[in-house]
């Protein structure tokens, strides 16, 4: 990956709360370092959320804006390349520990040969560039690794929501603390892994009430549920109606429309 570095501007983004920088675009790849505060940013007309240890990769000629909600201070560094990956750029990616620290030694060295410019200086930011756009790059393929997981478990989770899952032991599997697992499941799935189990199964009842005539005790017990009435409970705590009423309105829906068929065609 070749990139030629064109400037960096440690200071660039000291921004008070309430502060618009306009819609505008630069004609080079621009990354933005946000080391404190948040707000958003539209790129592309794409609404993102920014806070401390956010990164984002703009390409060129791309119309971005900023609307700061906490005093903000970032760090920018434009630069050119003629093959950035596609996928990588105009998003926003949210930094570990780990890069964040291997930034803030990026940045410093940017600086000290901005300010030496030593033998082969311009040689050395390009290569430094390079280095900030691998980060990112990393930054992208731990995030589709993690949906990978999180669609794995959300799966697994499907497929033996009746059964007791340990989750703790689940998250190991993957290489993950239960508390670090939980967090990242809910990131992407908006709800925690227990609550997932306990929808997928109100999902497997309503499909077991509808598509069989096992009574409602018989198909709580499929479902996971070690007595009717906590499956009732739940079921109506979910659906807001009872799995016996909940058949009968379904049934007499599809009653309703085969009748209707009938009438039509006879």
Excluded at 27 to 53: L, M, P
Excluded at 148 to 168: D, G, H, L, M, P
Aim: charged share 20%.
């Amino acid at each position: 990956m070749n990139c030629v570095f064109k400037s960096f501007y440690p200071n660039s983004h000291n921004r008070i709360s309430g502060d618009f920088v306009a819609p505008h675009e630069h004609g080079c790849y621009e990354i933005v370092y946000y080391a404190s505060g948040f707000g958003n940013t539209t790129i592309n007309d794409e609404n993102c959320k920014y806070s401390e240890g956010h990164i984002a990769l703009i390409a060129p000629n791309t119309i971005h804006d900023e609307l700061v909600l906490e005093k903000t201070s970032a760090i920018v560094c434009l630069f050119d390349s003629q093959d950035i990956p596609q996928g990588l750029v105009n998003k926003i990616y949210k930094c570990t520990s780990e890069i964040i620290n291997e930034l803030n030694e990026t940045f410093c060295l940017i600086q000290k040969e901005m300010t030496q410019c030593g033998y082969g200086f311009q040689q050395m930011l390009n290569i430094l560039v390079q280095r900030m756009i691998l980060f990112i790059q990393r930054l992208a393929a731990d995030g589709d690794n993690r949906q990978f997981q999180v669609e794995y478990v959300c799966t697994y989770i499907r497929e033996y929501c009746a059964s007791k899952i340990n989750f703790e032991i689940l998250s190991e599997n993957i290489g993950y603390s239960y508390s670090r697992f939980r967090h990242l499941f809910k990131e992407k799935a908006g709800i925690s892994p227990m609550q997932y189990q306990l929808n997928a199964r109100i999902v497997k009842a309503k499909k077991l009430l509808e598509t069989t005539d096992f009574n409602v005790k018989d198909i709580g017990h499929m479902c996971g549920y070690k007595s009717g009435a906590k499956f009732v409970a739940a079921f109506k705590a979910h659906a807001a109606t009872t799995p016996d009423k909940f058949r009968r309105i379904l049934r007499c829906s599809t009653t309703d429309v085969v009748n209707f068929s009938a009438d039509k065609y006879s």
